[in-house]
Structures are given as C-alpha cells and as structure tokens.
C-alpha cells in the first residue's frame, strides 16, 4: 500500500515538473496574440515571418482591429500588445495612472499621410494650409476622400490638421484601401491615406505637401516660401515631409515573454529594416536610407 502512494506521489511530481516546463515562457518561446492596427497590419505581418524564421519556439497570432478597440483591449487586460499610430488620450492617461497599469510604449517606426491625385491630374503639390481649409469645409478649391474616423488616418488629420475638429468638407470612405479605389477611378479628386499601404501606384500621382516657411527655398505661385516634399522615408525621418506620425509599439506586460521579445526585434535593426521596405521611417536605430526619387 505505501509502495503505491509512494508511486502515485512520484508520478504526481513528474507530472507538475513536466507542466512547469511546458509551461515556461521566455522571449523566444511561448505563445502570443498581437493586435494591430489596419494601418500596419502588413508590415506587422512581414516582421512576424521574419521572426518565425529565427524562432521556432514562439507562436504568434496576429489580430487585426481598429485603434480604438486595440487601445480598450489593451488597456483592459484583454490584449498583452498592440501596435498603432494611435496615440493615449486623456482620459486613457489618467485611468492608466489611477489603475497603476504598467503598460510600456515603444516607437517602432513612422508613418506618412499621403496626399494623391489621378495620374492624369496636372497637380503637382499642395499646402497644408490648403488641406486644412478643404477639408474644414472653408474652401472649394479642393475636394478630399479620407477614410472613416476609426482610422489611424483620419484621426490623425482631426487632432494634428484640423485642431480637433471633425473633416466637414471630405467624402467619407469606410478604408485607406476605399481611398485608393476612389482615386483610382478619377476625376477631380484627391485622397489622403497611409503611404506605406500603396502596393501598386501605377494610375495614382503623389502630391508634394508643403508648408510656409521663412526661409526661402521654393517660391510658391502665390509669393509664399514654401518647402514642398514627397512622403519618402528619408524625408520623413528628418521630419521635412509635414504628415507624418509615429507608430508605438503599446505592451501590457512586465515578465520576459514573447511580446517583449517580438519588441525588441521589431525595434532591432533588421525589423527596422523590414519597415523601411514597407515606407515606413525607421524610429528606433539609424538605417540607411537612400532620399533619391
């Protein structure tokens, strides 16, 4: 009888080392869901192979939502990543600190706004003075399609184009991809969007963005000094190119697991790499980059 207990004790113990070892995680072996928004879904997707290839031991889902449900599930314990342009508001700020959340942010790349045009169409640059008088609705000179508010591109436009206030003077389209589909067709219209979603741009023009400087450097028609520039990475990067935004990488955990190690990597000089390859402007260490167009 006591060789039996003795035996089921032992068998017992087996059994919760071997699920103690299963069990562990480490920064490369695991298993992690990573939510991202559309805006970057791609590239994420890109990074997430590259990173299989290098660790066999790690599995990653990756979710595809929109900004603010990423923010909420993050924010409430549902998710451990998420990867946005989407910036914390205020009220998030202060729930943060009221909960005590360790939540960690990490700048992963940046990304541009694209203003585009038919290829046929004899523009060739554009104010942001200009977009923002359109798109408040104060001018007809231009007619815009942006996508909806739950994207990273109109959100952006709200709080760093327009003062906070809604695109009254733009078509609304539900996706970037929406945009470039509208665009596509023609006519006398013009799309913002994510640069770094442009697979193919074969019947699209990209504008130069300008804003009013002191400094001359290209005299506008109108006798203002402006700087006009393309969303090249490069001029991006060095903040030349006016629509611009930083994606973070928003994690939280606070252990060594797969989220912090899928982090470091997209932070590390070959994920950089990978997102410069998709446009984006590499945020965490230098890259090379080529401003040739």
Same mark, same amino acid.
């Given at each position: 009888m006591l060789k039996s207990a003795f035996i089921i004790i032992m068998l017992s113990a087996i059994l919760i080392t071997g699920c103690q070892q299963e069990a562990k995680v480490t920064p490369t072996k695991g298993r992690l869901t990573a939510e991202v928004d559309?805006?970057?879904?791609?590239?994420?997707?890109?990074?997430? +192979?590259?990173?299989?290839?290098?660790?066999?031991?790690? #599995?990653?889902?990756? #979710?595809?939502?929109?900004?603010?449900?990423?923010?909420v599930n993050l924010i409430n314990g549902k998710s451990k990543m998420f990867i946005s342009p989407r /910036?914390? *508001?205020? !009220? &998030?700020?202060?729930?943060?600190?009221?909960?005590?959340?360790?939540?960690? =942010?990490?700048?992963?790349?940046y990304l541009?706004?694209?203003?585009?045009?038919?290829? %046929?169409? =004899?523009?060739? #640059?554009?104010?942001?003075? &200009?977009?923002?008088?359109?798109?408040? $609705? %104060?001018?007809?000179?231009?007619?815009?399609?942006?996508?909806? *508010? %739950? =994207?990273? =591109?109109? !959100? /952006?436009?709200?709080?760093?184009?327009?003062? $906070?206030?809604?695109?009254?003077?733009?078509?609304?389209v539900p996706t970037d991809n929406d945009v470039l589909k509208k665009i596509e067709e023609g006519g006398n219209i013009l799309g913002i969007l994510s640069f770094n979603i442009i697979q193919d741009s074969s019947k699209i023009k990209f504008l130069q963005v300008g804003q009013i400087v002191r400094k001359l450097i290209t005299p506008d028609k109108n006798g203002l000094d402006v700087n006009y520039f393309t969303p090249h990475p490069g001029f991006v990067i060095k903040k030349y190119y006016p629509l611009w935004q930083t994606v973070?990488? /928003?994690?939280?955990?606070?252990?060594? +697991?797969?989220?912090?190690?899928?982090? +470091?990597?997209?932070?590390?000089?070959? $994920? !950089?790499?990978?997102?410069?390859?998709? %446009?984006?402007?590499?945020a965490a260490v230098p890259v090379r980059i080529n401003e040739s167009q």
């Open positions: 559309p805006a970057v879904y791609p590239v994420i997707v890109k990074e997430k +192979t590259a990173f299989d290839s290098l660790y066999k031991d790690v #599995k990653i889902d990756l #979710k595809e939502v929109d900004p603010l449900q990423g923010m /910036y914390f *508001n205020k !009220q &998030e700020i202060d729930f943060i600190r009221k909960e005590k959340l360790n939540v960690q =942010t990490f700048k992963f790349c541009a706004s694209a203003v585009i045009v038919p290829k %046929n169409s =004899t523009l060739d #640059k554009i104010r942001v003075d &200009e977009i923002k008088d359109a798109l408040l $609705g %104060n001018s007809k000179k231009y007619s815009f399609v942006i996508p909806q *508010n %739950n =994207t990273a =591109t109109y !959100q /952006y436009l709200q709080e760093e184009i327009l003062d $906070g206030n809604a695109p009254k003077g733009a078509e609304i973070y990488v /928003y994690l939280n955990e606070v252990l060594l +697991t797969p989220a912090s190690g899928f982090t +470091t990597f997209l932070t590390s000089y070959e $994920g !950089q790499k990978i997102a410069l390859g998709e %446009n984006l402007a590499p």
